[in-house]
T-cell receptor, first 116, second 110 residues
Framework: EPEVTQTPSHQVTQMGQEVILRCVPISNHLYFYWYRQILGQKVEFLVSFYNNEISEKSEIFDDQFSVERPDGSNFTLKIRSTKLEDSAMYFC??????????????FGNGTRLTVT | KNEVEQSPQNLTAQEGEFITINCSYSVGISALHWLQQHPGGGIVSLFMLSSGKKKHGRLIATINIQEKHSSLHITASHPRDSAVYICAVPKDFGNEKLTFGTGTRLTIIP
């Protein structure tokens, strides 16, 4: 069965550094998402992406964050100038249709980001 | 903004027991997601439903749109069912932004 793959599985970075989290969504999916889960807390929506542009973003997704689909397969989340509070598990997901409401979501295994 | 409440927060049961996890939300929705988060952290989508009932193996999900309530049932529970079960709904009808519940931590004892 096709999978969403995320790399790296763990990333440790120093405060102030830039990080890029990478995702390869399922190939025929059209909608892509990033979610975040701070340790011990609930999963939070960050951003949705469709047709090469952001379709929705949360209050968390400020100017520090950006997303890109640089080619036909990768979907990346960039965090500029990381802060300690960015430490979390970041999940990528994809769906065939409008996954937020109408299509099942397929999640990657997550990237655990630790900012020191 | 859709508020999501799950109950119970923690549930411990003996192997073989019938399990029920509940989810209530505040704003009308197009569909509700049930997710399973493994101890290692990975998330798997179990169900997406907009009405009635769905069944997959020993798992059953029901939703009552009028009452804004959904339940996830596990029949003949097994230790491998031990995980966190999460309910998620769109912010409002048809919206891409999902709001997640805090999850129910299920532990099945052999």
């Amino acid at each position: 069965e096709p999978e969403v793959t995320q790399t790296p599985s763990h990333q440790v970075t120093q405060m102030g550094q830039e990080v890029i989290l990478r995702c390869v969504p399922i190939s025929n999916h059209l909608y892509f998402y990033w979610y975040r889960q701070i340790l011990g807390q609930k999963v939070e929506f960050l951003v949705s992406f469709y047709n090469n542009e952001i379709s929705e973003k949360s209050e968390i997704f400020d100017d520090q964050f950006s997303v890109e689909r640089p080619d036909g397969s990768n979907f990346t989340l960039k965090i500029r100038s990381t802060k300690l509070e960015d430490s979390a598990m970041y999940f990528c997901a994809s769906s065939e249709g409008t996954g937020g409401g109408n299509s099942p979501l397929h999640f990657g295994n997550g990237t655990r980001l630790t900012v020191t | 903004k859709n508020e999501v409440e799950q109950s119970p927060q923690n549930l411990t049961a003996q192997e073989g027991e019938f399990i029920t996890i509940n989810c209530s939300y505040s704003v009308g929705i197009s569909a509700l997601h049930w997710l399973q988060q493994h101890p290692g952290g990975g998330i798997v989508s179990l169900f997406m439903l907009s009405s009635g009932k769905k069944k997959h193996g020993r798992l059953i999900a029901t939703i009552n749109i009028q009452e804004k309530h959904s339940s996830l049932h596990i029949t003949a529970s097994h230790p491998r069912d031990s995980a966190v079960y999460i309910c998620a709904v769109p912010k409002d009808f048809g919206n891409e932004k999902l709001t997640f519940g805090t999850g129910t931590r299920l532990t099945i004892i052999p």
